[in-house]
Each structure stands twice: as structure tokens, then as C-alpha cells.
């Protein structure tokens, strides 16, 4: 750059390298004033161009400048003043002359002239003046005192001479140095136009450049603001990635942690596993051993199973042959059997029929009396069960007084397929209907009925007690049916059980099991001649799964009645209810299928109409109450058509056309398909121990005679 200044010689020895300084201080002031005017041009950057010179030096400033700034440029020669010598003795007034002129360098002759002139003039006005002082001494005085001040002038002149001639020297070099100057002005200059017009295109270059610097500067000031946006997003990975990185940390801390736990444990499992691996050996010695003897068991297993597989089919032809036996030896026993079992005499009776009862034949006292053995006793009716061993027969001793007043005695003998002594258990009872169980399975129809009067045990018989000893035909008949079915599903028996429970009340059908009032709901009955199988109308018929769900039925039944029962009539002796198991069963093994229905029948009690009234037996009781009598014709209607239509299927035997009358009454019509055919039936005549029943046991015991001898026809 430096050496693109022009330069200023400083060849003459009168320029001092101040000037020359202050010279170029000057040029670089002007040309920063011009700047100021023009539009500033900055140097490209990394431009290593020529610098723009300095401003050539004005040639009219110049001189004056030199002068004015250079300390050491000789200041212009003025001419010396003379003294101003006045005739006033006062003084000298010299600041009162005219000023000198100042004296010019190229007219020093005239200058000095002027001066000289001026002394001699001075000199001549003092002499020529100058009065005598108005004394001698004062005169002399100032003569010398004036003298003095001449000489002094004189030497003050002659000094000045002195120092003037050295000044004109000096100008004279100063002419030189100006001449020398002008043309170091003159080449200045030259170089000036010539730095201008440079200056002029680094200018345009400046211009350019600053265009292209203020593009690039927004381009910068774009990517700066993009980088800074990265620079912001990437402070925030940063950040996200120093907490990730401090998560990480922790786990790989808490990692190393379960590693050297995890070490531990390998170590540990390392030490079981070779343990392991030498029982694993030890183990596949034994296991090796026990493959050969499975291989052999195999073996045997194979030809055990063509073993089964071949007892299975005989199995199956034997259940088949069982089958048939059994209902052979079911129709040998009868298909229509009648059973007779007497009730033993209950501490009950005593308050009810004993001598001191309302019912009894004693005082008709209603206060509870406590029965004694002897009172016990002295209440039953003269009974016997001659047939100790086939326990077939039961006799009925009634002594009564005749006309002539002689005691007649009178035996009722009667016969029927099994009597019950009042001692008998159920268990002992079930023992010979279980049988019928089976046969239901089979695939018969089975009907058990439960015939007797009032209180002569014929719910105990059906439903029994809560106790397994006292539970009766009913549920001991249903676990039977499950336990055969079970048992029967090794043959390739699968059954599907269900039940339902309904009461016949005057002629109505109610649904035991249902949730509607008794005696609104219409139920019919639905006989298909094609399958033979029953259906009655909104009756509910629930799919059993156990014995035990069968049991919940019967309570369910039985509060049902307990609701329905007013204290005029209680419901369960005054209507029959019929309990149904329908079973169905398939063999996929031979293709067969069955249908069973069992039957358990509790009948209303079977007392003559006369006796139901009162209150109790055999006290002859009338009633006007219309709607009992209609309801004990009804039962009587019925059991009637009971024991018609039983006699009618027992006669049947001989002539295949016989009528059977089902429609006479609604309970033999619903258990049409279940009497007729090959179905089985049975009687359970219950009959009380009591004197006080003994006529009504006769009429039952001679109703199921009718039954049991037209079975015999
Ligand atoms: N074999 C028996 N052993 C013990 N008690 C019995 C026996 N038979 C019946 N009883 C009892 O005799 C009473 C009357 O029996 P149950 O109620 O069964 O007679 P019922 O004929 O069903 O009368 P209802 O027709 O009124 O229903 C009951 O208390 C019952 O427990």
C-alpha cells in the first residue's frame, strides 16, 4: 500500500520531514472531505491492488501552508523599525510611526534604503530640531542620554543588517525550494488524475464489492440464522441426548448391576447345570432302560386294548341281552305291580285319633294327651303279615258287635306283589323299585304311584324326609338314573335328562316349577302318536345336570303348594302332583337310541267324601262348602278312573281291542303313553295303621286288589 503513496521528496534540505508529514496529513484530510461528499469506496477485502493515492497538493495553499506549518520555514523579512524620534522631550513615540511595510524577500536593496533613509532623516530632525534646553546641563543630559539611544540604534541597525542579509539568503533558498516544489506540485498533480481515475474504479470496484458483500452479508445473515435455528435445534438434541444419554447411564449402571447378579447367578446355574448334566446322564441310562420296557408294555398294552376293544363289543351285546332280560323279568313280575305299605303309628296320632281327641272315639277333648305305648298300641287296627317269607300278604281283623249282640270277628285277607310292614325301611322299599329305574333307562315308561287316604303316608313314601335314611322314591329313584346313565357311558351311552313336576287340582293342570298364580294358566295335554311321547302346554321342563339339582325341584315344588294351600283346603293331600324324569339316550357306538319317561305319582287323598269333611276321619262329618265337595268328587272321579283304567290294561292281555278309558280323567290321559304299551307300573298302596282308618284302609286295600287281581286276569 505504501508504496502506491505518491511520494514527496525531500530532496531540499529546507523541507523538513515535518512538512512533508503534514503534507500528506493534509492531502489524506482533503480527500476524506471529498469522501464525505462522494459515496464511500472501500477496498475490497483481500484486494492487494493500489491503494488510492493521496490528493495531489494545491499549488496556492501550499506556500501558505508551507509557511504556516513548518516551524522552521524563515517567517517573511519585515523591515526594521527605525525609532521614532519626536522633538517632545517627553519621550520617543515610537508605536505612534506608521507601521513599516513588510518587506519583500526580492526588494531588500529598497527596504534597507527606506531604513537608512529613515536613520539619516531621524538623525538630521534630532539635530535639526532640537532647541537649547532653557539650561546647559539638562541639555547635555539629554544629548547624551540621546546619544546613547543613537549608538545603541546604531549597533541595533547594524545587527538587523546583519541578520537581514542572512534572511535574504534564506529567501533565496525558500525561491529555490518553491521552484523545486511547484514541480514535485506539477508531478503530484500528474499523479493525482492518475490516483483519481484509479480511485474512481476501485470505487466502482468498492461499489461492486459492497453490492456483492451485502448479498453475501444477507446470504450469511440467512445461513447465520439458519445456523443458528440448527445451532438451537441441536442444542436441544444435545440436551435431549445428554438426559438420554444420563438414562442411559443409570441403566447401564443398574445393568452392570444385574449383570454381575446374572454373573453370579450363571455361575451358579453353571455349577447346577453340570450337576444336572450328570444326573441328565444318569437319568437317560434309566430312561433308556424304562423306553425298552414301555416298548415291551406297549406291546401288551396293544394287544390289552384288542382285548377291550373285543370285550367292549361283547359288552354291548351283553348290555343288549341284559336289556332284554330285564324287562323279561320285569313283564314276569308284572308290568302293572302292586305294593302295600302300612305306615307305623306316630306319637301324632295320639293327640289326632287318640281317646282324647276331637277325631277319636274318647271324651272329644281337643287338650293334648301324651301317648303312652299302651294308648299306641291299644290305637292300631288289628293287622298281620302272615308271609314271612315272601312278605306278600297282609290281614285285616274287624270284630264288631251284631244285632243279637254277639262280637263278630271278620278277616280280610289280601295279596299283592310285595307288603311293607310298618317297620320297613325306604331303603327296603327303593330295593324293590329300583328295578323300574333301570327299565326307565332302557327305554320303558315307568309310572310309580302313591295311592292311600289322607295322612297315610304317601309323600313320605314319594319325597321321604331331608335325611338320606328318610329321603323317598323319588330322589332315590333319580340318583339311580344318573348313577345308570354314568355307568353306562363305558358302553357308548350318552343321555340328556330332564324334568318336570305339575299337580292335577280339580281337573287343572298347575306347573309346579312355573312362577305363575295356580289354576290361571291353561295347560294342555299333548300325546305325539308318532314318537309316543307326551308334551304339556307352558309347562316348564328344566334340563337336570345331578341328583342334587333335583332335590332343589322338589323345594321348589313344595313352597309352591304351601302358598297355593288355604286353611280350608290343604293343597297337597286334595290334588295329585306328578313329578317326570324324561330321559333320552344315544350309543354312537351301535347307532341305537331310547326314550324313557319315569313317572312318580303322589295321589290325592283317597278317603270316601263323607269321611273328608269334619274334621278328621271317621267322625261322618257334613259340609255345605260346594266347592270341597266338588273337589273331593273330582279326586274320587279320578282315582276311579285310576283304578278303570288300570284293570283295563290288565285285562288287555287277552284281548289286544280293549278299550282303555285315559280320557276320563285328566291324569290318566297325561299318563296315557306311560301306562299303555310296554311300560311299566306300579301301585304303592300306603295304608294307616290306625283302628280308627280301618274301613277307609279296607276300601284302598280293595281298590288295589282290583288293580293287582286284573294284572293277575
Ligand atoms: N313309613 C313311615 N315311617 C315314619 N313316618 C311315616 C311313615 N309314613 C308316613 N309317616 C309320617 O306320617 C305322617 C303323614 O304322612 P304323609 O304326609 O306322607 O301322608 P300323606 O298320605 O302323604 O298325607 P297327605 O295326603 O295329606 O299328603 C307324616 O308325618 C309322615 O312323616
Known sequence: ??????????????????????????????EDEEEHDQPRKLPAVGVTGP????????????ATNLSKSSSNVPKSLTVPRAPNLTTRPTGIRGTSAPPSQPSVPNRPTASR?????????????????????????????????????LDSLESAQAAEAARFDSERTKVLELQENQK???????????????????????????????????????????????????????????RICRSDLERERETVSSLKATLSQQSNAQLTLTTENQSLQAQNTALRTEVDAYSRKVSELNLLLESAERRAAELRGEAMESEAVRRKLHNMVQELKGNIRVFCRVRPVLSS????????????????????????????????????????????????????????????????????????EPDCTQAEVFEEISMLSQSCIDGYNVCIFAYGQTGSGKSFTMEGGLTETTQGMIPRAVEKVFRVAEDLKSKGWEYKIEGQFLEIYNETIND???????????????????????????????????????????????SRRSVA???MNERSSRSHSVFTLRISGTNASTGENCEGCLNLVDLAGSERINVSFGNGFGTGGSSNDKDRLKETQS???????????????????????????????????????????????????????LAAHLNESLTSLRFATKASVSHLL
Request: avoid cysteine; glycine fraction near 6%.
Open 180 to 238: 523545486a516544489m511547484s514541480q514535485q506540485l506539477a508531478a503530484a498533480k500528474d499523479l493525482e488524475l492518475k490516483g483519481r481515475a484509479e480511485l474512481n474504479i476501485a470505487s466502482d470496484e468498492i461499489a461492486n464489492l459492497k453490492k456483492k458483500h451485502a448479498r453475501e452479508t444477507t446470504d450469511l445473515e440467512i445461513d447465520l440464522q439458519k445456523k443458528d435455528r440448527l445451532l438451537r435445534e441441536a442444542n436441544e438434541d444435545l
Open 565 to 567: 294351600a288355604t286353611l
Open 1 to 30: 500500500m505504501a508504496s502506491r503513496l505518491p511520494r514527496l521528496r525531500s530532496s531540499s534540505p529546507t523541507m523538513p520531514a515535518q512538512s512533508t508529514t503534514s503534507l500528506k496529513r493534509k492531502a489524506i484530510a482533503e
Open 51 to 62: 491503494i488510492r493515492p493521496p490528493k495531489p497538493l494545491q499549488t496556492n495553499r501550499t
Open 635 to 689: 279326586i274320587n272321579r279320578s282315582l276311579s278312573a285310576l283304578g278303570d283304567v288300570i284293570a283295563a290294561l290288565g285285562e288287555k292281555g287277552e284281548k289286544s281291542d280293549k278299550h282303555i278309558p285315559y280320557r276320563n280323567s285328566k291324569l290318566t290321559y297325561l299318563l296315557q303313553n306311560s301306562l299303555s304299551g310296554n311300560s311299566k307300573t306300579l301301585m304303592v298302596l300306603n295304608l294307616s295303621p
Open 113 to 149: 534604503t527606506a531604513a537608512t533613509g529613515g536613520r539619516v532623516a531621524a538623525s538630521r530632525s534630532v539635530s535639526g530640531s532640537s532647541r537649547p534646553a532653557p539650561g546647559r546641563g539638562g541639555d547635555d543630559k539629554r544629548f547624551a542620554d540621546f546619544q546613547a539611544k
Open 512 to 558: 309346579l316349577l312355573g312362577k305363575g298364580d295356580f289354576d290361571k294358566k291353561k295347560h294342555d295335554i299333548k300325546h305325539d302318536p308318532k314318537t309316543g311321547s307326551t308334551r304339556v302346554t307352558d309347562l316348564t321342563v328344566m334340563p337336570l345336570q345331578s341328583p342334587s339339582q333335583v332335590r332343589s325341584l322338589l323345594a321348589v315344588a313344595q
Open 349 to 420: 296320632d295320639a293327640s289326632n285319633y287318640g281317646p282324647g281327641s276331637a277325631s277319636g272315639s274318647g271324651s272329644g277333648s281337643n287338650s293334648p294327651v301324651p301317648a303312652s305305648a299302651e294308648d299306641l298300641e291299644a290305637m292300631k287296627a288289628e293287622m298281620s303279615f302272615p308271609d314271612r317269607r315272601d312278605h306278600k300278604e297282609i290281614v285285616l281283623r274287624s270284630s264288631s258287635e251284631s244285632a243279637t249282640g254277639q262280637e263278630r270277628v271278620e278277616n280280610y285277607n289280601f295279596s299283592f306283589d310285595r307288603v311293607f
